[in-house]
């Protein structure tokens, strides 16, 4: 089992910036990757940014070159750089952690609580 507890979320103007954080307790052994996902009302929760093995990540479209994703292995921590941030990234931002390998995560993901990004206009 892997516990995830996010933090950092808020509201901020259009133009503002977040860092959302997620510590990684429990079963956290290598081969673990992190990432972020969100849910607007509404909508499905989709892959914000994820880690892979060997270093490589992904972005979502509409947040690649504002969003940064990195990781403090050493405090079982992932990050969520928000640069920029847009009305439309307002949602439930979701921590998550999986086995994973170089372009791919395998099964079901472990899940935090979320924690709520608004951005108003």
């Known amino acids: 089992q892997v516990q995830l507890l996010e933090s950092g979320g808020g509201s901020v103007p259009a133009g503002g910036s977040l860092t959302l954080s997620c510590v990684a307790s429990?079963?956290?052994?290598?081969?673990?990757?992190m990432g972020w996902y969100r849910q607007a009302p509404g909508t499905q929760r989709r892959a914000v940014a994820l880690?892979?093995?060997?270093?490589?990540?992904y972005y979502e479209d509409s947040v690649e070159g504002r969003f940064t994703i990195s990781r403090d292995v050493a405090r079982n921590t992932v990050y969520l750089q928000m640069n920029s941030l847009k009305p439309e990234d307002t949602a439930m931002y979701y921590c998550?952690?999986?086995?994973?390998?170089?372009?791919?995560?395998?099964?079901?993901?472990?899940w935090g609580r979320g924690t709520q990004v608004t951005v108003s206009v």
């Open positions: 998550a952690a999986a086995r994973c390998y170089t372009r791919s995560w395998v099964g079901e993901p472990y």
């Open positions: 429990g079963n956290t052994t290598p081969g673990i990757c």
């Open positions: 880690e892979y093995s060997g270093g490589s990540t």
